[in-house]
């Protein structure tokens, strides 16, 4: 029997955490069950308690303290001891009924997506564990804010294409915390975001003022004196970056984005809508006889 999971990720700050809690508020108001797993072993304070909490098993103080690592080490070592005890993730998810959505709420460290192999391991085994079977979404939320920034927004971008090509599972990118942007980004200029556009970066109307009262830009000047180190992230070879960045997003064509506001019921259930087609979890579910509550609704 198959089980049903999304694994919530993306760079700290983007809503993850606030985002599964909406989700597992909107899945209990539509009488569906949820299991919340915390895969962050720094995180401390819950809208919904965990029903699994990676803390139970290591936290990410007493990794620092009993190991001597920093905080992203210290990250680390917690996956790696996670990894050398799997059984731990097993046997809490063995029982659970293809009924339950399962929601893995994760680490903003962006290592954990972009070049660490730990993550696509554990992903392997929770996908192709013969216990466990997960059909597993991977939901990659981006913060809303960034579009104001648009290289930054591209860099973001680039981080969440990575992901996709280590899992290697079903997908999703979303745009969060889209009640912050309502009033600073046009809905035309929205829709070039949600399928990135690489004309974004020439008529960000920050650099075309800049242009304008800056003049001409000249090439970086590598014998400039530290305290005008900061002009180059303004200079020519900035901007060729941020261009070959968004032309490799480009040319991959699979980054694509929806948007989601946490305080908007209808935006929650329509990307747990993409989340279930991700992992076909209608298509799984046995006909049901209506009950007598729902048979005398209907009648009237």
Excluded at 52 to 81: R, W
């Amino acid at each position: 029997m198959s089980k049903f999971g999304a694994m919530i990720m993306g760079p700290a700050g983007a809503g993850k955490s606030t985002f599964c809690a909406a989700l597992i508020t909107h899945l209990n108001l539509n009488r569906r069950s949820a299991f919340y797993i915390n895969l962050d072993p720094a995180a401390e304070s819950f809208e919904h308690t965990p029903d699994l909490d990676i803390k139970e098993l290591i936290s990410l103080k007493d990794a620092m303290e009993e190991v001597g690592l920093g905080p992203n080490g210290g990250l680390i070592y917690c996956f790696e001891f996670l990894m050398e005890n799997l059984d731990w993730l097993t046997e809490a998810l063995d029982s659970l009924t293809e009924e339950y959505l399962i929601i893995i709420d994760m680490p903003g460290q962006i290592e954990l997506y972009t070049h660490i192999p730990i993550l696509p391991t554990l992903v392997k085994f929770l996908t192709n564990s013969g216990s466990l079977d997960i059909r597993l979404a991977a939901v990659y939320l981006l913060e809303a804010t960034f579009v104001v920034d648009r290289a930054k927004f591209f860099a973001g971008t680039l981080s969440a294409m990575s992901a996709m090509l280590m899992l290697e599972v079903p997908h999703i990118n979303v745009l969060s915390k889209m009640d912050l942007i309502k009033d600073q980004v046009k809905k035309k200029d929205l829709k070039r975001f949600l399928t990135p556009d690489v004309a974004l970066l020439e008529d960000d109307p920050l650099e075309r003022s800049r242009r304008i009262t800056e003049g001409p830009d000249e090439e970086d000047d590598e014998s400039a004196p530290p305290d005008e180190k900061a002009q180059v992230m303004k200079g020519a070879s900035f901007r060729r970056l941020n261009k070959a960045v968004a032309g490799l997003i480009e040319s991959f064509s699979m980054i694509n984005y929806l948007k989601l506001d946490v305080t908007d019921e209808d935006s929650v259930g329509g990307i747990l809508s993409h989340i279930d087609d991700c992992i076909q979890y209608h298509e799984a579910q046995d006909p049901k006889e209506p009950d007598d509550e729902q048979e005398y609704d209907e009648a009237d």
